[in-house]
């Protein structure tokens, strides 16, 4: 009673100084946080000054950064030039050393404020080492003399910046945003203050401790005794082990949670029953077991199974568990019970099963992969254990061979380097690799000694889970060989040409690029000249005789080049027929003597497969200094000179001069205008009538083109269609003939004009794009309701040289419309087409009407001609009839009908209908 009037008096006290403190801190508090604003001012503009130099500092490092990486594409920009690249490596160095001590200043500045991003500046500064060790590697593989290398090189560290750059903008940012913010908190939290406050601040303070010592002696007052109580229940039950506590008679008092579940049993029901009764212990052959509860009772001291024993629940589950147990004593040292400790070993021993599962499978990996593997020591590199792998890379027949030995010893024996130099280099390398616990690929002799194999290697260290030190050194060696082979064939094939073995475009450029930069001993400038090679007529072979003879001749044809030049020139293929040869310190005379020579190699006879070909090129010559300074401009006018060749009539070179550049300026505009004429319907049909030369009757007309130019007047096609085929206009250009044929067709219709059969001329463009013709035929058609039989295709030899356009030819006459074969006699198959080919009509070419009169020849073949497609059943057509003469004796040789100037010239639509309806 008296404990408790004394606690109830305890709680009145408490309370009154509880109401006390209150009144008092309220009157204090306003002095206090008025005292405290000045000195919180202070502490405001010093922490504002901190971020904002933070903010400067991160910003400062990006920016250098920024600088690094731009500094290490100059040293990749200037490999040429030596003294360029040393400038550049100096300040490639002092920008990342400048970068490293923002990075490093701003670190510090961070941990001191505490801000939340101190971690990601310490993995930035981290990567920044990392990376800038990343470049210097990558570094040493630079070779001024191998103009390839530095794609090597930029291969190695392309795209390393990207993430530290991005997470230095990324932190920047934050930082930025962080200091915006805790500037304005500072701000915010300063001009809320009050000078009343500030002054009165300690004792607010002393107050307030006082108000918490009196709630919490006030708690411990009034819970003191369930507190405990709770405690101790929350503590037992959050224990895993089953507690069983029992009287000095072995009779169960209490269990703990873990135990009800143990035992499949509430502690209710456990209560006053028997231990021994409801724990029944065997070991694992189950066998009983001494009891360890009657050894304590007996003993009154602790005791343990020292053993796993196996515990059978009364609902028959068998659970292995270690078992330990305590007396409990009075203070007279009587035995007032026991406690008994129950732990599951269910899940130790599953753990300990699935470890040695591991262990087995990690020693059967370990010996059996083909991945070399070595554990060492981490300051000696001293073996400790190796595979069996590892033991072959190393030169050993088996790793007990190895063990003990230094592993940078026994790896200097088998590596393999050019130079001393560059072996010391390799293992300084490896040193480095060790420290900095990274990979790196290395060529090293296998157990003959002779052949050399690549590995990729690299180290981790294993570190001492208490100590958190590296206890052991794990290298691991993969066998990359036939990668870096293939790799190696790879970036052969990507600068060669697969069918020939000549350099491909790549390579002839870096070639070219390298010849612009280099000088001569005196200094003066490296004069080089370009040849360019395509084979004239190779697409009639390559067509014919398949594209095995074409393979064939193509190879051939780069031995030959390959033998014509010297052996420091260069030959490259560009693709197809083209081939260009790079001619080293030469000028225009020694160039064109070169180019004779090739012309005269390769007009010589072909044996290929059994046959014999013959074939010429055409060659185009442009020139360094003298033709461009680019490697563009140069190959681009040599191309010019080419196609210059080609029309002087093949197996010839030319020089490249600014009239062909002219010439191809006015190619380019004029095949401008050409498409602006498509658009502003310049063009315009002039009709040429075809004559009955039985009747002298117009029995038709040959519907011709002409180009109205704003400028230059009237055009005839020879004056453009050339450029037209050259491109892709001519497709266009046909169209647009068909269209206009069947549109002036349906207007003479609606006019009353008789009906009469017009001839249009196809391109090769056209036959080849078959689809594209047919479907402007039957638009065409379809559009103005044109009987197709009143249209004829005029096709020429050369156009049909191609297989693929006789398909086009058959669609055509699928069509309904009659083709022509034109300008009989000047191609090379003509009998081979008439066989082949459903034509109607046959036109005899100018070139022999034009002198079968006086040429007995000639007169020999009109009449053959005739004849001949007379029994075929085809009509005859003689164009360029220019005399009476001529028209009278192609009458009586049986020729049908006539087309010249005699009868008239191309005309214009109304003239056209004013010469005469057609009989």
């Known amino acids: 009673m008296k404990e408790a009037i004394q606690r109830a008096r305890d709680v009145r006290i408490m309370v009154g100084l509880i109401l006390t403190a209150w009144i008092l801190s309220f009157m204090m508090l306003i002095n206090w946080m008025n005292e405290s604003r000045s000195q919180n001012q202070e502490e405001i503009k010093t922490r504002v000054s901190r971020l904002l130099a933070l903010e400067e500092l991160t910003e400062e490092g990006q920016v250098s950064f920024q600088r690094e990486i731009h500094e290490w594409k100059n040293i990749l920009l200037r490999q040429y030039d030596p003294t360029l690249r040393q400038k550049c490596l100096t300040d490639f160095t002092q920008a990342q050393q400048t970068t490293q001590e923002l990075l490093d200043a701003a670190q510090i500045l961070a941990q001191e404020e505490q801000i939340p991003e101190v971690a990601e500046f310490l993995q930035i500064s981290i990567s920044h080492r990392a990376l800038y060790l990343s470049y210097r590697t990558a570094?040493?593989?630079?070779?001024?003399?191998?103009?390839l290398s530095f794609r090597s090189v930029d291969k190695q560290v392309r795209g390393l910046d990207r993430p530290l750059a991005n997470s230095l903008q990324k932190l920047a940012g934050q930082i930025s945003e962080y200091?915006?913010?805790?500037?304005?908190?500072?701000?915010?939290?300063?001009?809320?203050?009050?000078?009343?406050?500030?002054?009165?601040?300690?004792?607010?303070?002393?107050?307030?401790?006082?108000i918490i010592l009196a709630f919490m002696r006030l708690i411990q007052l009034a819970q003191s005794t369930e507190l405990k109580g709770r405690r101790a229940a929350v503590i037992v039950d959050s224990i895993d082990d089953a507690i069983i506590v029992t009287d000095s008679e072995c009779r169960i008092r209490f269990v703990n949670r873990a135990a009800e579940v143990l035992l499949e049993c509430s502690q209710e029901k456990l209560k006053k029953i028997s231990f021994q009764k409801q724990v029944q212990m065997t070991d694992e052959h189950l066998a009983p077991v001494p009891d360890l509860l009657l050894q304590v009772i007996q003993n009154r001291q602790r005791a343990s199974s020292g053993a796993v024993h196996l515990l059978h629940t009364p609902a028959g589950a068998i659970i292995p568990v270690e078992s330990r147990a305590a007396?409990?004593?009075?203070?007279?040292?009587?035995?007032?019970?026991?406690?008994?400790?129950?732990?599951?070993?269910?899940?130790?021993?599953?753990?300990?099963?699935?470890?040695?599962?591991?262990?087995?499978?990690?020693q059967?990996?370990?010996?059996?992969?083909?991945i070399g593997i070595a554990f060492c020591e981490p300051h000696s590199t001293k073996i400790l254990e190796a595979n069996q792998r590892m033991a072959h890379i190393l030169g050993a027949q088996t790793p007990e061979l190895i063990l003990g030995r230094r592993f940078t010893e026994f790896y200097a024996d088998v590596l393999h380097a050019n130079t001393p130099s560059g072996h010391n280099a390799i293992l300084k390398g490896l040193e480095h690799m060790i420290l900095e616990a990274r990979g790196s690929d290395v060529q090293l002799r296998d157990l003959t000694g002779q052949q050399l194999r690549w590995y990729h290697q690299t180290v981790a260290f294993l570190h001492d889970s208490e100590h958190h030190v590296p206890s052991q050194l794990v290298f691991v060696f993969w066998d990359i060989d036939d990668r870096v082979q293939l790799q190696t064939r790879l970036e052969i094939q990507g600068s060669r040409d697969q069918l020939t073995g000549l350099g491909n475009r790549f390579l002839f450029q870096c070639a070219i690029e390298n010849a612009l930069t280099r000088r001569m001993p005196s200094g003066q400038i490296n004069s080089f000249c370009i040849l360019l090679i395509d084979l004239d007529n190779f697409k009639a072979i390559n067509d014919v005789r398949g594209h095995s003879v074409g393979d064939s001749l193509l190879k051939e044809v780069a031995l030959r080049l390959t033998q014509t030049v010297r052996d420091y020139d260069t030959v490259a293929r560009l693709g197809g027929d083209e081939f260009v040869i790079l001619l080293h310190h030469s000028q225009e005379n020694s160039a064109t003597a070169v180019a004779d020579k090739i012309c005269h190699a390769i007009a010589q006879e072909?044996?290929?497969e059994g046959l014999r070909l013959h074939t010429s090129c055409s060659i185009g010559i442009s020139t360094f200094p003298d033709h461009g300074l680019e490697y563009d401009v140069l190959l681009r006018r040599a191309d010019m000179a080419m196609y210059q060749a080609k029309s002087l009539g093949k197996n010839h070179f030319s020089l490249f001069s600014d009239a062909l550049e002219r010439e191809g300026m006015e190619y380019w505009q004029l095949e401008t205008e050409l498409r602006e004429a498509l658009?502003?319907?310049?063009f315009e049909l002039y009709f040429q009538p075809k004559i009955n030369l039985a009747t002298g009757a117009v029995c038709g007309a040959e519907a011709l083109i002409r180009w109205n130019h704003p400028v230059r007047g009237l055009l005839t096609p020879d004056m453009f269609i050339t450029y037209a085929e050259r491109s892709d206009l001519i497709i266009g250009i046909g169209n647009w003939v068909i269209h206009e044929v069947c549109r002036l067709l349906h207007?003479?219709?609606?006019?009353?004009?008789?009906?009469?059969?017009?001839?249009?001329?196809?391109?090769?463009?056209?036959?080849?794009?078959?689809?594209?013709?047919?479907?402007?035929i039957e638009e065409s058609l379809a559009s103005f309701s044109i009987l197709p039989q009143r249209l004829t295709m005029e096709i020429t030899e050369t156009a049909l040289m191609q297989e693929k356009t006789w398909k086009t030819a058959h669609e055509v006459v699928k069509c309904g419309i009659s083709i022509s074969l034109d300008d009989f006699g000047t191609g090379y198959s003509s009998l081979s087409l008439l066989q082949k080919l459903p034509f109607s009509s046959l036109k005899i070419d100018r070139s022999f009407v034009r002198d079968f009169i006086d040429n007995l020849t000639d007169?020999?073949?009109?009449?053959?001609?005739?004849?001949?497609?007379?029994?075929?059943?085809?009509?005859?057509?003689?164009?360029?009839?220019?005399?009476?003469?001529?028209?009278?004796?192609?009458?009586r040789y049986g020729c049908q009908i006539g087309q010249g100037y005699f009868f008239s010239r191309p005309i214009q639509t109304t003239q056209f209908l004013e010469v005469g309806y057609p009989a």
Do not use: C
Not at 189 to 206: D, L, R, T
């Open 139 to 147: 570094l040493s593989h630079l070779n001024a003399h191998d103009p």
């Open 179 to 210: 200091a915006s913010h805790q500037v304005d908190e500072l701000d915010r939290s300063g001009n809320g203050e009050n000078h009343w406050w500030h002054i009165w601040g300690k004792y607010f303070v002393s107050l307030e401790l006082l």
């Open 327 to 362: 007396p409990i004593l009075t203070e007279n040292n009587q035995l007032d019970g026991v406690v008994t400790l129950l732990h599951d070993m269910t899940m130790h021993q599953k753990l300990t099963r699935q470890i040695q599962t591991q262990s087995f499978r990690f």
């Open 364 to 370: 059967l990996v370990f010996e059996q992969t083909g």
């Open 606 to 608: 072909f044996l290929l």
């Open 679 to 682: 658009e502003r319907k310049e």
């Open 747 to 776: 207007q003479w219709d609606l006019m009353g004009v008789p009906p009469m059969e017009i001839s249009f001329n196809a391109s090769p463009r056209q036959l080849l794009e078959s689809d594209s013709l047919i479907a402007q």
């Open 859 to 891: 007169g020999t073949l009109v009449r053959a001609i005739i004849g001949l497609t007379r029994d075929l059943g085809m009509e005859v057509v003689a164009e360029g009839v220019e005399t009476q003469i001529q028209a009278t004796t192609l009458a």
